[in-house]
């Protein structure tokens, strides 16, 4: 169980998971040491998976992101699965209920790679894209 403490540290590392142990233990008033033990322990109880790196795509030319819900064909799910970590464009994918059985997000640099995706993807089931216009919220 985590208290308010490992609390804090959680939403420190949110904001900067770059920060040292020394820097985190400042923000909250502990020791670095006391700092360092307790996200040692979240790591190793799985509480904190990994750090990452949150990355601007538009500046490597990728200017559109856009959600594609896929309605796979019978049959054809494992395959599709199994395609996805294959298609760099891809930045996530979930399982979903509903009338699509998965939930793609990807980055893209224009309309005609929009379409060279949706392409790929029109093999596995029916496509229903969705372009993002602006960022709202962002929680972590």
Not at 120 to 140: A, I, N, W
């Amino acid at each position: 169980m985590i208290d308010d403490i490992d609390t804090q540290i959680l939403k420190a590392l949110e904001k900067d998971a770059r920060l040292s142990f020394a820097e985190i233990g400042r923000l909250i008033n502990l020791s670095a040491s006391a700092a360092r033990e307790r996200i040692l322990k979240m790591e190793d109880v799985g509480l904190i998976k990994k750090y990452t790196i949150e990355i601007d795509h538009s500046q490597l030319g990728y200017d559109l992101e856009v959600f594609i819900l896929v309605k796979v064909f019978h049959g054809k799910l494992r395959s599709f699965l199994d395609a996805i970590p294959t298609i760099p464009e891809i930045k996530k994918a979930h399982r979903i209920t509903g009338n699509q059985n998965v939930h793609v997000k990807a980055m893209l640099k224009n309309q005609l790679h929009l379409q060279q995706l949706i392409d790929q993807l029109m093999p596995f089931g029916d496509t229903h894209t969705l372009l993002v216009l602006s960022d709202v919220l962002e929680k972590k």
